[in-house]
């Protein structure tokens, strides 16, 4: 099945983004492609790309595209839902569109929590969701004229319906 030693995942994801600082902007979407590889029937590797819009001020945006890689600890339910926690990190590209400054964005490293789970469909596609919370190095005294002042650590989180192909 999906959870068998040596497993691959390709999965797509789609869903909710948004920076959880109070001054942020409105909350937007985001969407990323990932590939997982099962090291156990309980322990699984992976690497993603995403790209995440956290929120949006009138026409301005405020964006981020993390690249991260991650384990996942995965639980045996007696049902054939299975959920899992995650912990991970990267880099993240964080980045403002249409703020008319010249400090638009640049790359931090990062941290995640992932919590979720995942139900088959068939033997090799599954359906699931992703929550993740991820704690960001940003850049302490940069003001943004829409966004307002950046903090030296920021706080991402976005939740995602998953679909994977096993193989």
Do not use: C
Not at 59 to 85: C, L, M, N
Not at 135 to 164: L, Q
């Amino acid at each position: 099945g999906p959870w068998a030693k040596t497993t691959n995942w390709l999965s797509f994801r789609a869903g909710y983004a948004r920076n959880s600082d109070p001054n942020a902007g409105d909350g937007m979407y985001g969407y990323g492609v990932g590939y997982q590889r099962m090291l156990s029937s309980r322990v699984s590797f992976g690497a993603s790309v995403q790209h995440d819009i956290l929120g949006h001020l009138g026409a301005s945006q405020e964006i981020t595209v993390p690249f991260t890689v991650e384990f996942d600890r995965h639980f045996a339910w007696k049902g054939a839902f299975r959920p899992y926690v995650g912990l991970g990190g990267g880099y993240y590209f964080h980045k403002y569109y249409r703020t008319a400054t010249a400090n638009t964005g640049a790359p931090g490293a990062g941290v995640f929590l992932s919590f979720g789970g995942n139900l088959p469909v068939d033997d090799r596609h599954l359906i699931g969701i992703d929550a993740r919370v991820s704690h960001v190095n940003g850049r302490d005294g940069i003001v943004n004229p829409v966004f307002g002042a950046e903090k030296a650590s920021m706080n991402f989180w976005s939740i995602k319906v998953n679909w994977a192909y096993a193989y």
